[in-house]
């Protein structure tokens, strides 16, 4: 194959699209258009063979589309704003803009030099006032649309990052980045109210045929639409309680009830503050996160009451009221029934506190003698050992009737309940967009006037300041608005908030007025092909059907809902890795291997090193490959053609310069 010279490719490509005007502002909207987006990146310093990948796919689709006659969009930006950046600045005593800057032009070099269809005067960077000053705007209108609010709240907490993680940025109960141990802490957290769309964002998924059902499956899986009861326990004992309220998703199941559980923020739990040993047991549960996961895998701990619940169906049975860790007060009411034998997490913690059990469900054909003892029973079968419930059908007929039976004697009603939970948006970090919000004397919220915005970051940072850097910035947090002292909130926003509307100001991202051109939006919008790695399945593509769906609410000149028509998950480019004896991370021109089999550091060739499976490409684990070097070698064309011809885009490629 020849080779061509990559100046001569773009060249050509940049000549083709000033021929057709694919790419300008001033374009025929008769015509038909494609809008092609990949997820753009996080300006890391240099892209990697799944970089090339994902955006040589775009390339190829945004070519054929023009070819076709098409008014094609093809845009890049910068993910340019986050805690990869203040963490690289302190380490290396540069401020974070110049290192993202510096990065920023490193990787478009790079990128260029692969020929790629990129119309780079729509280019966008997350970190600069004339993209977040439009988000602090849209801030403020979500803030008056009853869609942004402020409340105390746990959160997970990164004690070595000092900041708050969501949920899906801790992995088997660490840190994403800094691999320490989340805690549970609590903290006054802004919140996007995305919870109010949960059906919305459920529904949704149905119109996007062109999305990968393992996608909208992960979806619909965290949204979480669960059909259930809602139950009044009545209470006994010598507190003035007289009923906790319960949802349940199995009220089939209460004649197998042997413990009522409420979360150590139950409003009752105001009684037990003054005792030593509860207030013991709450610091406790502060060492175990807020995620599903973290809870699951973690110790089942409890601290008895002298309270008793009753069973709705069954009033000769009281049962001990305790706290848990593993109840959370934004599920539910904080409260739930315990049912051991058909719930394992239930069963661990009966087990664990003696707290005896009655099996409730048996397998279909199963005999009555059925006990359950280790191992709680979640399948299907039939009620028995629950006096007039006995002989339903589980789940078919169990769940229904149940409730019918407890409506008819106003024991408890029907309800639907969401998985998904609001989004804490704050962070305690400088590098992030400023929240446009002061706070008076009395810590009353003012919202920054929109003629003030963009609320700047100060140049001038420390750094290495213990926790968040801007709270030891005095003279930035003091403002005067209409003469009157107020002090800036010091929290930023998380960068997924960056990403959930930039596809929107690629339409026009040189208006200064608004994030958006109305007749640009109406025109590009939706996006036609978005493409990106299927680990954002859930929170970035989840949040930005959200911001839709909010700006949409209560606009009538906005009618877009959902943000991306068309969705391909390329799979990863992967590498093995290589860690030497204290567990350090070391790329693949670090070391070298003369069988094939054992390992070396170029740097002390008497250390082995140990070789770690073949994972995708990532930054943070050292086992990237750089493409410039394969471009020098073989060139751009050589490049683009193996990453697409090796395996089909959707499947994983394992990387080798031997292809």
Known sequence: MERYNFKIIEKKWQDYWKKNKSFKSKIDKKKKKFYCLEMFPYPSGKIHMGHVRNYTIGDVLSRFKSMQGFNVMHPMGWDSFGMPAENAARENNLHPKEWTEKNISVMKNQLKKLGLSIDWEREISTCSEDYYKHQQLFFIELYNKGLVYRKENYVNWDPVDETVLANEQVIDGKGWRSGATVERKKLNQWFFNISKFSNELLDGLNLLDNWPNKVKSMQKNWIGKSF???????????????????F?????????FSFLAVSVDHPISKFFIKDKEFVNFKNECSKTGTTEESIALGDKIGFKTNLLAKNPLNPDQSVPVYFANFVLMDYGFGAVFGCPAHDQRDLDFAIKYKIPFKTVVKPLNESDKFVVTDNAYTGPGEIFNSKFLNGFKVPEDSIIKTIEILESKNLGKKKINFRLKDWGVSRQRYWGCPIPVAYDKNGKVKLIP???LPVRLPEKIDLKAKGNPLDSKKDWKSIKIDNEEFTRETDTLDTFVDSSWYFLRFCSPSNSNYGYDNEEVKYWMPVDQYIGGVEHA????????????ALNYKNESFSITEPFDGLFTQGMVCHETYKDKKNKWHSPDEVFTNDGKKYFLLKNPKEEIKVGPSESMSKSKKNTIDPENIINEYGADAVRLFILS????EKDVQWSTQG
């Open 450 to 452: 929109k003629e003030n």
């Open 538 to 549: 859930i929170l970035h593509l989840l949040y930005s059907r959200f911001f839709m769906q």
């Open 248 to 256: 349940t998703t199995r009220p089939d199941t209460l004649f197998g």
């Open 228 to 246: 259930g009861c809602e139950i009044n326990f009545k209470i006994e004992g010598d507190l003035p309680v007289e009923n906790i309220k319960c």
């Open 646 to 649: 090796d395996s089909p885009p």
